[in-house]
């Protein structure tokens, strides 16, 4: 028999004062509570109750055990209570890694998370790589790319697409953007982890999906540094769409090509558990999916596009 549930079953039997008492407030059968008590008796090898045919008293080892037990089923109680809260409400430190990409945009989501719960702490590391979660703690990845382990849950967050744009500097300098083959003449800034490489991934007009090879004298890995080229009138940059939203309603950037959509991607959330997931990572990704929705009406997401496009689909523009 289970040695904690007979522990539990002989604590009820002291404090009830009897077996058929015990019995009646556990619902079960007073042979069964017997054969519990007895169970822990012949593993200790010694006597815990004396009984007689109207009441029991404990022995000395009895008493000493009584209390022993007592102590440690409230520990457990306490341990379950701890644990159930921390399920409940979110607690302790999330550490989370995401893209350098999405750092920024991913932000307000952090600090409401931290307003709304006092007790939460978050280490969040900026990077590109392909991490291992288990290996490595960390409790959630949030990427704009599908990881490649299968045993991982993804879940889909937000849908987005890159713009293409420019300064109104720029636009009035360079040489005339009609069609996306123009791009070739220009200075493109290039974002070192977009999936494609130097190959700007396309829908034309007609729907066709197209790519084209661009270059450039800038490649980085920080957005920050994309933009800068861009809104100094540098060159041409394929920016998040939420990464220059305030630039372009400022009119500080200016769409180009519009005609020519990028194809979409998603963010995100990767764990490594399905069932019972902790609840500061389960409260963090609704409150994600909260923010991001947000942010969809700006998005323009509307038109029917293929999403997680893979450069073996698109083909190479003749």
Known sequence: ?????????????????????????????????????????????????????????????????????????????????????????????????????????????????????????????????????????YDLAVRTMRPPESTLIVRNLLAFRHILCASPAYLESCPPLETLDDLTRHNCGRYSFYPHGDKWHFFGPDGVPTSLRVSGNLVSNVPDTLLAMARNGQGICLMLSFQVADDIEAGRLVEILPDWRPVEFTINAIYPHRHKLSSKVRTFIDLMGEHFARHRDWLDLTAVIPTDITSNQIPKKN
Do not use: W
């Open 1 to 137: 028999m289970d040695r904690l549930t007979s522990m539990g079953i002989f604590v009820k039997v002291v404090d009830a004062d009897g077996f058929t008492a015990a019995a009646r407030r556990l619902n079960t059968s007073v042979t069964m509570v017997s054969k519990h008590v007895q169970a822990l008796e012949e593993h200790l090898g010694v006597r815990l109750l004396n009984r007689t045919t109207r009441s029991i008293g404990l022995t000395e080892a009895g008493r000493a055990y009584y209390e022993r037990c007592n102590s440690i089923l409230a520990e457990i109680d306490d341990a379950d209570r701890a644990a159930g809260a921390l399920h409940s409400t979110p607690m302790g430190t999330l550490r989370l890694y995401t893209n350098y990409q999405i750092g920024g945009f991913l932000a307000p989501a952090i600090s409401e998370y931290l307003s709304r719960y006092p007790s939460a702490k978050v280490d969040v590391t900026g990077g590109d790589r392909m991490i291992d979660l288990v290996e490595e703690g």
